[in-house]
């Protein structure tokens, strides 16, 4: 990096610079994954979750949005209990001082009355409670390959003819 940096960040403002950290190749095997390097297992949870959050994801059903939002959700407060979320004041707090966005895309969010998506939070997120943060993580993942194929890498190219 500091190679990099010597070299064209005099070239280029730093304004225009920005350094990320992808996970690009790792083990299919997520459970070994984690058993053989949990920091990386752990930014790529993250890596993905950020993704699948940012993407405008087109016919994402409904109940695999949910899904995958009750078991961020889990991994967010592992130590929730399964009636927490049933208690209003649970879930105001979880809207108003965290936030929906931060486990749901927003084309459910936007398409989805916040009374019904409550409901239906609160009765699925029973089903994960029971979970360990591995798990969840674990299930995590494999839910949002499904609609979101993280481990494959598409780059557009286009054929063209010099000008």
């Not at 304004?15 to 058993?35: K, Q």
């Not at 409550?118 to 591995?134: M, P």
């Amino acid at each position: 990096m500091q190679a990099v940096r010597e070299k064209y960040e005099k070239k280029h403002p730093s304004s225009e610079w920005r350094y990320e950290l992808r996970i690009r190749y790792f083990i299919s095997d997520l459970r070994d994954l984690h058993e053989k390097d949990t920091v990386t297992f752990h930014y790529l949870y993250d890596q993905v979750k950020d993704e699948y959050l940012s993407k405008e994801l087109t016919g994402l059903a409904q109940d695999k949005a949910i899904q995958i939002c009750c078991l961020a959700l889990r991994h967010y407060f592992i130590n929730l209990q399964d009636a927490a979320l049933d208690k209003k004041s649970n879930f105001d707090y979880i809207e108003k001082e965290i936030g929906l966005h931060k486990f749901l895309p927003a084309p459910t969010l936007s398409s989805t009355k916040r009374k019904a998506l409550r409901k239906v939070i609160q009765s699925n997120f029973k089903k994960y409670v029971s979970l360990s943060d591995k798990e969840c993580m674990i299930q995590f993942l494999d839910a949002v390959r499904t609609v979101l194929r993280y481990d494959q890498e598409k780059f557009r190219c286009a054929l063209g003819t010099p000008g």
